[in-house]
């Protein structure tokens, strides 16, 4: 079993700043929708619905990043085929892994394991913007030996 995990880390959510804008009004999560300003609803969580209005960043849309992921798990079984009297088999082993099959994190968006301006040395890291979540898989096999 592998595990990764990162405490601490803060991430500036480019996706819920793009997707609450509010520019233009189009493409807005529900919650965005159902709680936005109106003259009635002045306690509102989120700014007017408005053509006209730019993006403004600001620390809202800075979330904790810290997570815990199960990168790796595999459970094997070694198949007793000495005491089966297969001829030819010295050994056998039937596996299932799975990979990045669990993360337990805050975050809202997909993936807090992100970067997506710039490589380990650059200094705009932690921004998730239109980034791929890692990708998860299941694998099962037969190891043999001869």
């Known amino acids: 079993m592998f595990i990764q995990g990162s405490y601490g880390n ?7 700043a ?10 807005l999560p529900r919650e965005v929708f159902e709680d936005h300003w109106t003259p009635e609803n002045t306690n509102a969580k989120y700014p007017k619905i408005t053509r006209t209005l730019t993006a403004n960043m600001s620390s809202r849309f800075v979330e904790d990043g810290t997570y815990l992921r199960f990168k790796n798990i595999q459970l094997a079984y070694n198949l007793p085929v000495r005491d089966w009297g297969w001829k030819g ?4 082993q039937v596996y299932a892994s799975g990979q990045n099959l669990i993360t337990f994190t805050k975050y809202s ?7 997506a301006y710039g ?7 932690g921004i998730d913007y239109a980034i ?8 099962f096999g037969i190891r043999c030996g001869f």
Do not use: R
């Open 10 to 16: 803060d991430i500036f959510n480019l996706n819920k």
């Open 18 to 27: 793009s997707s609450v804008d509010l520019g233009m009004g189009l493409n």
């Open 89 to 92: 088999f010295k050994s056998a």
């Open 109 to 115: 968006w997909y993936d807090p394991e992100v970067n």
């Open 119 to 125: 490589g380990a040395n650059s200094i705009n890291q």
């Open 132 to 139: 791929y979540p890692t990708n998860k898989s299941v694998t």
